[in-house]
């Protein structure tokens, strides 16, 4: 039950120190991030992990949120604009590689998912890839309780301004939420002490047997 107890641990930080994450500490949070489940494991996002300083100031240059000029690192999770072919085929040869097949023994599956991608419009393909990618947002959080290491998820910044400075376009990708990551200043954090707020499980959950 230890997860229980990371995840009672873990909080919105809303105060950071300036003790940095290590290396080994934070590619352990992006592996157990990579290892998140996505529809068809498609995948359809990418994510950017900023330590330098004068980027995330700018960054956080128009938001209320200091915890991202703060932070030791930033996460930036970008969804794809798009699901295009090539996406379908990079899928199935990586398939192909990982399962030890060929690529002609996985012709069915390519084909299914090429059509069904084709057969939505592009505006459900692109909230498709965004619901993946709060997905991987949660599994970033509950690695970083597991590490040890302070976290806030954040929609509370200017997609325009970070699509802009970290060129998401250009890789037809969009921004779609953040997390910041370092260790908590409990001085200065309201929040740091504070009980969680959660309602029953029983409310929350209707058993069905
Ligand atoms: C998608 C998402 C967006 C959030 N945006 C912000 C934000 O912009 N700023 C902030 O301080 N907290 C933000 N939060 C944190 C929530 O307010 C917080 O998770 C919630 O109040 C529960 O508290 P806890 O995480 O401390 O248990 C966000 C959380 C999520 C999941």
Not at 107 to 113: A, D, E, P, V, W
Not at 129 to 152: C, F, M, P, W
Request: proline content about 1%; some cysteine; glycine content about 4%.
């Amino acid at each position: 039950m230890d997860l229980i107890q990371d995840l009672n641990w873990r909080y919105a930080t809303k105060s950071y120190s300036n003790n940095k994450v290590s290396e080994e500490k934070l590619d352990f949070i992006l592996e157990a991030t990579n290892l998140s489940a996505s529809s068809c494991g498609l995948q359809p996002y990418r994510i950017f992990a900023i330590e330098n300083v004068e980027l995330k100031a700018k960054l956080g240059n128009n938001s209320f949120n200091r915890q991202i000029a703060q932070s030791s690192h930033l996460l930036v999770f970008a969804a794809f604009n798009s699901v295009t072919t090539q996406h379908v085929q990079n899928l199935v040869k990586l398939t192909a590689e990982k399962q030890d097949v060929t690529v002609e023994s996985l012709t069915g599956l390519f084909t299914t998912m090429d059509m069904y991608f084709k057969s939505r419009s592009n505006e459900e393909n692109k909230l498709w890839a965004e619901r993946q990618t709060y997905i991987a947002l949660g599994t970033a959080l509950i690695a970083s309780a597991n590490a040890k290491v302070d976290a806030t998820p954040m929609e509370g910044f200017d997609s325009q301004l970070f699509d802009e400075l970290l060129d998401l376009k250009g890789k037809d990708l969009h921004s779609i939420v953040i997390l910041s990551l370092g260790y908590r200043e409990e001085a200065n954090d309201y929040l740091a002490n504070a009980s969680k707020v959660r309602i029953p499980v029983e409310e929350m959950v209707t058993k069905i047997a």
